[in-house]
Every structure is written in structure tokens, then in C-alpha cells.
């Protein structure tokens, strides 16, 4: 046996859920539970959200340390990101992309989020400098925790939403305009769960990634937060996608 700490024993695939902005490991709890439970080795990996370039080697990193077969699953952001990492990774078999982007070359999180009505995120930022290691500033963005029930998780009980709220990770606000270089969709399948009270990224903006990528796609009505409130149909996609792409 491999002493590689990540690597599975599993006949079925691994699969790596990546996080994305305002959210953290914990946001996927019920849905590696679910999975876990139907036999899946998990690994929810912590999206650093300092930027599409850095994020997507660091989870690549994770990628590369499976041994075997992988179904990898993107929130938000994250779908972005994990898209970015999995370029020419032979061992991930299936992308499911939950209430996410789906980038193609040359477009960023903020252009697709932009391209229909409906998203109510960016008045509800809130900026917070930082300074980074060569001496200039960055600029991290943050949901006001005020808004962030109504904007990100209204779905979620409101006491389950507060710690949300307070245990969000900001992400640099460079890392929404940052452009993908890579389109894995176009030569390995997907799936999306859209979500249609999603007051972060507009559902027809889903449903237009989702129709180009060729995504096999559901609708659950849920807010941005899906993974929370409905994680049952969540999982049960990421097991259609595992089923239909083993061996």
C-alpha cells in the first residue's frame, strides 16, 4: 500500500469539493456526510481565494496527490478555480459544478456574474485592505455580515446563517476579474446543479454555462448557499457523475 496519506483503497472514485469566496471547508459538512455514507472517500480542500492563478496550483497539488480515479466539485468561485487546476489531469474523471461558474478561456467570475440580471452580491461587499509581502496593498472583499443571510444563504436557518456570516474567508478581490486559461469542460463531462434563488450568481447565468459546457444540469430551488440547505440532491449528482463516468 502506498504511504501516501491522501491516496484511496476505495473502489470508487475520490472526490474533492473546492469551496468558493465568502465560504470555507465547513460549507460542504452535510454533503461529505451524505457521500461518506455511500461509500466515497471525501476531501473538502481550503480554497486559499488569493487569486485564480495561485488557487488553481494549490488545489491541483491536492489533485495530484490521489492516488487513483477523482470527481472533483467546484462552488461559486471554486468551480473557477477547480476548472483551472484539473487541466490535463488524467485521473479526474467527472467536473460537477454547484451554483458555479463555468469559465471559458478569457473570461473571469465578475464577466459571467454581469452578463444577466439578478445578482445583488457586489452591493453587499464590503472592502477590507491588506497588505501584502512586497510592501504594496491588496484588497480582501467580504459579505456585511448583515447581508449576508438575505444576499448568500436565505435558505439557511438564520442562526446557521450568523455563523456563516462570521466565519466566511474573504477573497482578494483580483481573483473575480482573473481570467481562466483552461476550459477542462470541453473534454471532460459535467454536471451542474443550478440554483434558482441564487442572489449571487443569476440563474440564467448558470443555465448559460451550463448549456454551453454540455452540463447534464438540474434546478433545486435553493439560494447561493445550496450545499447547506440542500445538500441531499447535491450529493445525489456528484454520485450520478461518479456512476456514470466509473471505468
Request: glycine share 6%; with cysteine.
Amino acid at each position: 500500500m502506498s504511504s501516501n496519506p491522501q491516496q484511496s483503497t476505495s473502489s470508487l472514485p475520490t472526490v474533492l469539493l473546492v469551496h468558493g469566496a465568502f465560504a470555507e471547508s465547513a460549507s460542504w459538512n452535510n454533503v461529505v456526510t451524505d457521500l461518506r455514507r455511500r461509500g466515497y472517500p471525501v476531501i473538502a480542500i481550503a480554497n486559499p481565494l488569493r487569486g485564480l492563478k495561485p488557487d488553481a496550483a494549490y488545489v491541483r497539488a491536492v489533485v495530484d496527490s490521489v492516488g487513483g480515479p477523482a470527481v472533483i466539485v467546484g462552488h461559486s468561485y471554486g468551480g473557477a478555480v477547480m476548472a483551472e487546476a484539473v487541466e490535463g489531469a488524467a485521473n479526474v474523471k467527472a467536473l460537477v459544478y454547484v451554483a458555479s461558474f463555468t469559465l471559458d478561456v478569457g473570461e473571469s467570475c465578475g464577466d459571467l456574474a454581469a452578463k444577466f440580471p439578478g445578482s445583488e452580491l457586489s452591493s453587499a461587499l464590503q472592502p477590507v485592505p491588506f497588505p501584502l509581502p512586497d510592501g504594496s496593498m491588496g484588497t480582501d472583499l467580504y459579505i456585511q455580515q448583515d447581508k449576508f443571510h438575505a444576499v448568500f444563504a436565505a435558505d439557511v436557518a438564520a442562526d446557521v446563517a450568523e455563523q456563516m456570516a462570521a466565519t466566511q474567508r474573504p477573497v482578494a478581490d483580483n481573483a473575480l476579474t482573473d481570467t481562466a486559461t483552461a476550459a477542462p469542460w470541453k473534454t471532460i463531462p459535467s454536471w451542474a446543479v443550478i440554483s434558482t434563488q441564487d442572489l449571487a450568481i443569476p440563474p440564467e447565468s448558470m443555465r448559460f454555462m451550463a448549456q454551453r459546457a454540455g452540463s447534464t444540469a438540474i434546478e433545486v430551488e435553493a439560494s447561493h448557499a445550496v450545499a447547506v440547505s440542500q445538500p441531499g440532491p447535491v450529493a445525489e449528482l456528484i454520485d450520478t457523475a461518479a456512476r456514470a463516468t466509473a471505468g
